[in-house]
Structure formats: structure tokens, C-alpha cells
């Protein structure tokens, strides 16, 4: 994944508002990286970017060699399904599906995984993340630790190349913190690339490379 003069400005009636200006990064797969700044910095608006979530001002974007700047929903849509999971700080689990089902959910929607492989798959990655005994457990029935594991199996349901968390352990404490972050190393030791935006310190021990933001600059 490579970002080359990334710049991102909100504008309104009487003013304009730069969240990201001349960001260039080559994201490489097999290394985990920390964005690192204070708030208002740009931090999730990047990751929303590089994500395919939000669309850049100026500047360009290419996902294994493929430009995808200015791509319709559609096209935006598939590249995320293949190529894209997703943790976010607030979980955003259904409170209605129990943990396998919520993992399941992604797949619902890839034609490349048959029906009858997705609670196998499904129940694969809750064991992956140490919840094999959760799996028919709905989010109101497990910790926040848990919750956070399963957003985590959920992402990797269409085994994506690119895991882009925001804020994954904030709303944890320092155990489970601690066993989300070491999940993510060893995703990215399994040639994944994870992207984390974090406030934590604690994310420095498992980083390769630390991006730091200021004012949506990148700072040495």
C-alpha cells in the first residue's frame, strides 16, 4: 500500500479545515505499524482514508499496485471485502447475532467463500482468538476484552492482506490490551499488514515502524 501526498481538507462556509496535508508512506505486508499523535492530529481520518472509508482531497493511493483513488462505492466496496479488515475502538457488534455469527456477517456477502465453509471458518478464527467456548455467546454476555476478539475474528473473516484498527485497546485494560496487541504482532509475522492507531504507549514494544502525526503532518 503505497500513499504518496495524501492531503485532506474539510471546508465550510467560512473556513477550511486541512486534517491531513503531504502524507507519502509505503505500507509494507508482514509489519505492523503504530500512528501515533495527539487528538485532532489526523490519525483516524488517515486510517478512514487508507481504508477506503473516506476519499482523499489531493493525492494518490495504491493498493497492491492498483490506483484507487476517485473509485465509485461499488469498486471501493470489493476492494474493502477482499482486501480490508476493519477493528474499531467501539466494537460495532450486532447485539442481536451471537459471536459466531457476527464473524460469519462479512462472509455473507463473498461469493469466494461457500455457504457451507463459513461457520467452519467462522469458528476457526473465535478459536484463533481464544473463544471457542464463546462462540454462541452474544456481545451483551461477554467482556469488553472478549468483544474486542471477536471484532477482531470478524475482520479477518475474508482474510484480508490489510487489518486498519482505530483505537483497539482503548476501551481495554492492560491484560487485554496486551493480548490484543500480541494477536496483531503475530498477524503481521503471518504476512499481514496491520495499520493501528493508538494512544497507547504500550503499542511501541510491538511496532515496526512508528508514524507519528501532528496538525495531519508527518513528523520524524
Do not use: W
Not at 501526498?5 to 491531513?20: P, Q, R, W
Amino acid at each position: 500500500m503505497k500513499a504518496e501526498k495524501i492531503e485532506k481538507i474539510y471546508a465550510t462556509s467560512t473556513e477550511k479545515v486541512i486534517a491531513i496535508t503531504d502524507f507519502s508512506y509505503t505500507f509494507k505486508k508482514g509489519n505492523f505499524y503504530a500512528i501515533m499523535g495527539h487528538s485532532g492530529s489526523g490519525k483516524s481520518t488517515l486510517l478512514r482514508i487508507i481504508g477506503l472509508m473516506d476519499q482523499m482531497t489531493s493525492g494518490s493511493l495504491e493498493i497492491d499496485g492498483e490506483n484507487v483513488v476517485n473509485l465509485n462505492d461499488t469498486t471501493a466496496s470489493e476492494i474493502r471485502k477482499e482486501k480490508i479488515g476493519f477493528v474499531f475502538q467501539d466494537y460495532f457488534l450486532d447485539k442481536n447475532l451471537r459471536a459466531i455469527e457476527n464473524v460469519i456477517l462479512p462472509m455473507l456477502i463473498n461469493k469466494k467463500i461457500k455457504k457451507d465453509e463459513r461457520i467452519k471458518r467462522a469458528t476457526e478464527l473465535l478459536k484463533m482468538v481464544g473463544l471457542e467456548d464463546k462462540i454462541n455467546s452474544y456481545p451483551k454476555e461477554l467482556s469488553g476484552g472478549e468483544q474486542q476478539r471477536v471484532c477482531l475474528a470478524r475482520a479477518l473473516a475474508n482474510n484480508p492482506d490489510y487489518i486498519l484498527c482505530d483505537e483497539p485497546t482503548g476501551n481495554l485494560d492492560e491484560e487485554n490490551e496486551k493480548k490484543i496487541l500480541t494477536m496483531l504482532k503475530n498477524l503481521s509475522n503471518q504476512r499481514k499488514c496491520i495499520i493501528v492507531v493508538s494512544h497507547s504507549n504500550n503499542i511501541k514494544k510491538y511496532a515496526d515502524d512508528i508514524i507519528n502525526l501532528k496538525g495531519g503532518k508527518l513528523v520524524s
